[in-house]
T-cell receptor
Framework: ETGVTQSPTHLIKTRGQQVTLRCSSQSGHNTVSWYQQALGQGPQFIFQYYREEENGRGNFPPRFSGLQFPNYSSELNVNALELDDSALYLC??????????????FGPGTRLTVL | GIQVEQSPPDLILQEGANSTLRCNFSDSVNNLQWFHQNPWGQLINLFYIPSGTKQNGRLSATTVATERYSLLYISSSQTTDSGVYFCAAASETSGSRLTFGEGTQLTVNP
């Protein structure tokens, strides 16, 4: 059974640029959630995708957007990067529909640095 | 939304000691998970425990849903137990999104 994978591992961008992060969910999981973890803090929920639709969003501006594909993989896109976007971005998958509360499994993360 | 608080924020132990980490939450939960974050940032699942008690080797966890808290017990700690431990919860009102506490930084000295 393949776990959650994310790419790239590390990324350096400059302020104002755009970035795309990728996530492949664990086999059999159809729900993907994205979290942002700033240094020294707990992860913060960005949004969740189920059946290719956004299914809940945290307190993040519209320049954070996402996609989910038919194979349940997902992308996180961030436009107009700001210095405060520097963080570890974590993807989690679960064998859930939007109304259930199954265990979530996390990928290794993408560490984004914005200069 | 649901609030999650963890204590203590920092814990320093000698190898072989036992410890208890606490997680308080502000609403009824449908999901409660404990994680260990390794030095590279990956969150390792320890327990999925919205209620009841579970054990896995030297680790065990108890969630008392009616009193809105969960405890993670680490017995006979080892240096490899060092790292940050997170509690995360989801409630009916917050949907399946997980809300994390600020974590407990555990250091186990040899």
């Amino acid at each position: 059974e393949t776990g959650v994978t994310q790419s790239p591992t590390h990324l350096i961008k400059t302020r104002g640029q755009q970035v795309t992060l990728r996530c492949s969910s664990q086999s059999g999981h159809n729900t993907v959630s994205w979290y942002q973890q700033a240094l020294g803090q707990g992860p913060q929920f960005i949004f969740q995708y189920y059946r290719e639709e956004e299914n809940g969003r945290g307190n993040f501006p519209p320049r954070f957007s996402g996609l989910q594909f038919p194979n349940y993989s997902s992308e996180l896109n961030v436009n107009a990067l700001e210095l405060d976007d520097s963080a570890l971005y974590l993807c989690a998958s679960s064998p859930a529909d939007w109304s259930s509360y199954n265990e979530q499994f996390f990928g290794p993360g993408t560490r984004l640095t914005v200069l | 939304g649901i609030q999650v608080e963890q204590s203590p924020p920092d814990l320093i132990l000698q190898e072989g000691a036992n410890s208890t980490l606490r997680c308080n939450f502000s609403d009824s939960v449908n999901n409660l998970q404990w994680f260990h974050q390794n030095p590279w940032g990956q969150l390792i699942n320890l327990f999925y425990i919205p209620s009841g008690t579970k054990q896995n080797g030297r680790l065990s966890a108890t969630t008392v849903a009616t009193e809105r808290y969960s405890l993670l017990y680490i017995s006979s700690s080892q240096t490899t137990d060092s790292g940050v431990y997170f509690c995360a919860a989801a409630s009916e009102t917050s949907g399946s999104r997980l809300t994390f506490g600020e974590g407990t930084q555990l250091t186990v000295n040899p």
